[in-house]
């Protein structure tokens, strides 16, 4: 850690304080929605995690764990729903429909689990 400086304006001592170094990654729709979550409901501790430099891991690692838990639970819930190939070859609206309602079942267990937990 680098020792804290001061600029003088005027007459005061202001410390130059910097926020550490943080890879920028690119955030899905579940990293938004977790930073969203954090700042309009935890605020204390989102500026505890930007200031220590653990926000943007933090994120990340929410975007991806949400990402691989739709991924896994959408066949299940597709063959729950009786989606199949076949029906997307026959009837694509009905197909479109029916994956539209299996993502938002498992954004169901998703969110409260991990985006507003």
């Known amino acids: 850690m680098s020792e804290l400086t001061y600029t003088t304006v005027n007459g005061y001592q202001i410390p130059n304080v910097t926020l550490p170094e943080q890879e920028a990654t690119?955030?899905?729709?579940?990293?938004?929605?977790?930073?969203?979550?954090?700042?309009?409901?935890?605020?204390?501790?989102?500026?505890?995690?930007?200031l220590n430099g653990t926000l943007q891991s933090h994120l990340a690692e929410i975007s991806q764990t949400a990402e691989?838990?739709?991924?896994?639970?959408?066949?299940?819930?597709?063959k729950a729903a009786g989606v199949t190939e076949e029906l997307k070859a026959k009837d694509q609206m009905a197909w479109v429909g029916l994956m539209n309602n299996c993502?938002?079942?498992?954004e169901e267990v998703i969110l409260p689990e991990l985006i507003y937990a």
Request: proline content about 5%.
């Open 26 to 50: 690119l955030l899905n729709k579940y990293g938004r929605m977790r930073k969203q979550y954090l700042q309009e409901h935890r605020p204390i501790l989102f500026q505890a995690m930007l």
């Open 103 to 106: 993502k938002a079942q498992a």
């Open 68 to 78: 691989q838990r739709i991924e896994q639970m959408m066949p299940e819930l597709a």
